[in-house]
């Protein structure tokens, strides 16, 4: 068990070790001369060469990949190009509003797509089944900032019941916090709830033909429990595997999302990154979201042995 | 279900002819049977097909030059001369749109095909080659590791602005998914006995993975395929939408919503019509993998 655990948590390192390698070498693989790229058409030779010094592309691969390695495990990103500050300050300055969206999503959507998906299970072909599901093929299909805007026009400019955008601190309080991020939790999660109610809905319906529920219906067990406690129980590992790989499109709609309600979070500074063409400070971001998707999904792993006693690596 | 060829045959007296309890048996062919077979593959396949006559007749739709400027006529509602208004440079937003179906489609077609042959190479290499299987699969898992979005918002900005360099990043996002799936696939294919028999009768490896293997891995490619188109055309629109896609002169679904991104609040239509023809198109996309799923493999019909 203990010995389990042990290997699955230093197995991330040589992940998280490909993943900085892949994040540092792209500005080696990019086509045509990064430094020219991100200095933009206007720019002159020497601020080009300038750009390259920066980024360290004069020197060998190697030596820099080497250097700015050890710097990430000390936790420094390197220096934003564009505002001269170190990156890991400029992350953390900007991280509450982001974690926020992302916590307020995830508990939204699992509290909506698992009963969606158990309903849609037990009742499956009724028309709940089939609403829920047409819904589901929607929720792949409509992008997150549209999902956003149509939110934002209806239940905050015409209805009035939400804040339209912007946040607040959850330091001032934590209804005014948790009322600016229900639209935009709603908007980011919908692909989300959709991913989670259909795997939902197609492991209970494998787990609702075992011989195990036959058994219980047989002995008057209340349809109740038998969902929750004899068939969500062991649909439960891979629900939650879903959920954990889920959060790969959470990241990259929080970026659009924060963009629609104009959320100051590590989205916008995103953005702002891109026009700016401050790669430091966007291979840092990637760096960071990957390593936080990482390790998401090894606590995902940890989750399975809670969950299902049998797992023994 | 019971198996009712399997139960034993007794001569009960004075049985019904199968003809009088039974209704009679409609066998449905052509057009009308497809759809009503396959009713999802059906109706993504129809709105598809409208899109990309869309996308081909563009000019002939009534359309105007989407990019001219027209500064006097700025955000005008909809109305005989805007169909689907005017933007804030006095562009016509029916034209754009129309226009924009080129480059989504073409974006989700050039990124499912290119993905889907790349990724089934290193699938099957992988899936073959012993020696190289564990470093290529590792390479893929650090790649899986970057949500897609951010990865090729990464390769986006290093490169300059264009069509094709959105379809590369795009590509190189959705590679390792398919190279695990076809993986998946060759690995299962290689325990078959058939594969077995193939190797004891000296069949070359060339020759089994030709034959035996690669045919096998046309079903679940294909239907991966048509949802990495959808999944495509919604990352450029991402990607659009943000600044890192398209360049804003070309009318992509994604830049006509940046461009109405400041106007939302008093002209919406100039987001709305690109997000009802993006939303429709991928709907269609969508619809067409649910269907193509469930018709290719009958048994995971009806799991997800």
Known sequence: MLGYLLRRVLSTIPVMALVALFVFSLLYIAPGDPAAVIAGEQASPEDVEKIRAALGLDRPFLVRFSEWSLAVLSSDLGISMFTGMPVTELIAQRIEPTLSLMVVTITLSVLLAVPIGVIAARKVDSWWDRTFMAFAVLGFSVPVFVVGYLLAYWFALELDWFPVQGYTPIAKGFWPWLQNLILPSIALGFVYIALIARITRATMLEVLSQDYVRTARAKGVAEGPILYLHALKNAAVPIVTVIGIGVALLIGGAVVTESVFAIPGLGRLTIDAIVRRDYPMIQGIVLMFSFVYVLVNLAVDLVYVVLDPRIRY | ?304
């Open chain 2, 1 to 304: 279900m019971h198996d009712r060829a399997a139960q034993p045959r007794t001569a009960f007296p004075a049985a019904p002819a199968l003809g009088d309890v039974l209704p009679p048996m409609r066998v449905r062919t052509g057009v009308a049977g497809f759809a009503y077979r396959y009713p999802t593959m059906a109706i993504g396949l129809v709105l598809l097909a409208l899109m990309l006559l869309i996308a081909i007749f563009a000019p002939y739709l009534g359309t105007v030059d989407p990019t001219a400027l027209a500064p006097a006529k700025r955000t005008r509602e909809p109305s005989a001369e805007f169909w689907f208004g005017s933007d804030a440079f006095g562009r016509d937003v029916y034209s754009r749109v129309l226009y924009g179906a080129r480059v989504s489609l073409a974006v989700g077609f050039a990124v499912a095909i290119l993905a889907s042959l790349i990724g089934l190479l290193i699938g099957t290499v992988s899936g073959f080659v012993r020696a190289l299987d564990g470093v290529v699969m590792r390479v893929m898992d650090g790649l899986m590791s970057i949500p897609p979005i951010l990865l090729a918002i990464a390769l986006m900005a290093l490169t300059r602005a264009s069509v094709q360099n959105v379809i590369l990043a795009i590509t190189i996002a959705e590679i390792p998914r398919v190279a695990r799936l076809v993986r998946g696939v060759v690995l299962s294919l290689r325990e078959q006995p058939y594969v077995d028999a193939a190797i004891a009768a000296g069949t070359s490896t060339p020759v089994i993975i030709l034959r035996h293997i690669l045919p096998n891995t046309f079903a679940p490619l294909t239907v991966q395929a048509t949802y990495i188109c959808g999944s495509a055309m919604i990352i450029e629109s991402i990607l659009s939408f943000i600044g890192a896609g398209t360049p804003p002169i070309i009318p992509s679904w994604g830049n006509i919503m940046a461009d109405g991104r400041t106007l939302w609040q008093v002209k919406p239509y100039i987001i709305v019509f690109p997000a009802i023809f993006l939303s429709m198109t991928v709907l269609a996309v969508n619809l067409l993998g649910d269907g193509l799923r469930d018709a290719l493999d009958p048994r995971m019909a009806k799991r997800v």
